[in-house]
């Protein structure tokens, strides 16, 4: 299933104007560099949504946290505390 939200369009948008470079060899170089950016990004992401997720903790119960983003109250506290859903490579 395809994820459509204005965070993930804006990424395809990247990536459609990187598939748009009319030169194949610059084209790829630069897929390649996005590539390797991934685990970075991934990262700097994790970290900002912990980040705004402490912020809605601050005013808000672990229930309301869990309710405002639609999911369970131990991931709510996951996050908080950077625990990723996903194993780290």
Do not use: Y
């Amino acid at each position: 299933m395809t994820e459509t939200s204005p965070a993930a369009d804006a990424i395809r948008a990247v990536i459609a104007d990187l598939a748009a470079i009319p030169d194949a060899t610059t084209r790829a170089r630069a897929l390649g560099d996005l590539l390797d950016a991934i685990p970075d990004l991934q990262a700097e992401i994790r970290a900002a949504r912990q980040d705004a997720v402490v912020e809605m903790r601050s005013g808000m119960t672990l229930a309301e946290t869990a309710t405002a983003l639609g999911i369970s109250g131990p991931r709510v506290s996951q996050i908080v505390s950077g625990i990723s859903r996903t194993a780290k490579k």
